[in-house]
């Protein structure tokens, strides 16, 4: 049995030698032709032989050539994408400018804008920061309103800053109201489990007052704290009830604090009531100023670049 494996390695090894050596003479004589029978030859081997070969290269090569050009409009794609979204961004940005100096102008000198930061730490959640402080007129328990509404209130005053609580803290408290003053009660939050779940209650109405979805609430200016007129937000059911006696409320508010990146700030009370039939030292009643109401058909914050939650 091995000397049979060494003859077929042998005759082997013979044949691949004899092989080499026919195309060795073969080059040599086609490199003996002229130039002319050389270019009929290897025409001949292009059409024939190796065509299959040729025609796969180019296949290759303009699978290539295709898979560069999709990755070059792929990245202009990309591109432009992010121009548009960055470009949709800032028009949104600018019509909350708008809307906020808007405002301003209808609240008076009392209030002034200022930009809004969020400490972003654990425990810290409901808490910001705002660019004015006492230096410009800033005071503690002043409101703090944005374009669609009440934001939150003003807890400690620096000179240069301030830092704020906004409806979804644990403390936050307002007297509401319903449009035209029909039922009264007290504002405050329902922590979730989720904090993009957070909402508000209308505790302490009379049972009588039969809330409709999409009532609007409004601060009633009891208290001292807010001023009568702001919105708040709107009914969205019945939280609880007690037979006879009260009923709860589940609110909507209009704002949704994660989405506020400037505020206006009160510096001061109005000089003049928009209400000409408020008098008194008391606080006049603003919701003039949002006239019409915040629409609540986008619910709280202004839309689909609204972030759901607070932060």
């Known amino acids: 049995m091995p000397p049979y494996a060494s003859e077929t390695r042998e005759f082997g090894g013979r044949r691949q030698l004899g092989i ?18 050389q270019q009929w030859i290897s025409s001949g081997l292009r059409a024939t032989v190796l065509w299959p070969f040729i025609v796969t290269q180019e296949a290759v090569s303009r699978t290539r050539v295709r898979a560069t050009e999709t990755e ?14 960055n470009q949709a961004t800032v028009v949104r940005e600018n019509e909350r400018l708008r809307s906020l100096a808007s405002l301003g102008e209808r609240l008076g000198g009392s ?18 920061l705002i660019s004015l402080g006492s230096r410009h007129g800033v005071r503690e328990n002043t409101p703090v309103l944005d374009h669609r ?24 408290r307002a007297s509401a109201m319903t449009e035209g003053g029909g039922a009264f009660g ?8 989720f904090r993009e779940a957070d909402r508000l209650v209308l505790n302490g109405t009379p049972y009588s007052a039969d809330l409709r979805d999409g009532t609007l609430l409004m601060t009633s200016g009891l ?26 409320y589940w609110v ?30 008391a606080d006049p009643d603003i919701g ?20 759901g939650g607070t932060q």
């Open 186 to 193: 007290l504002v405050e939050p329902s922590r979730e489990a």
């Open 72 to 85: 070059r409009l792929q990245a202009r794609v990309d591109s432009l994408l992010a121009v548009v979204t």
């Open 20 to 37: 080499a050596a026919g195309f060795l003479i073969l080059a040599v004589l086609v490199a003996a032709l002229p130039a002319g029978a």
């Open 288 to 307: 003039a100023a949002w006239s019409p109401p915040p629409s609540d058909s986008t619910g709280p914050g202004e839309g689909p670049d609204t972030p």
């Open 111 to 128: 209030y002034r804008a200022a930009d809004v930061v969020r400490p972003g730490t654990s425990g810290s959640e409901s808490m910001f």
């Open 149 to 172: 509404g009440l934001v939150g209130v003003i807890r400690e005053v620096g000179p240069a800053t301030a830092i704020g609580m906004d409806w979804t803290h644990p403390e936050f």
């Open 252 to 281: 909507e508010p209009a704002v949704n604090p994660a989405s506020v990146t400037h505020v206006l700030v009160r510096v001061g009370r109005l000089e003049a009531p928009l209400d000409p039939s408020q008098a008194g030292g």
């Open 223 to 248: 208290g001292g704290v807010y001023p009568r007129g702001i919105p708040i937000g709107r009914i969205r059911g019945v939280e609880s009830e007690e037979a006879g006696w009260r009923r709860s």
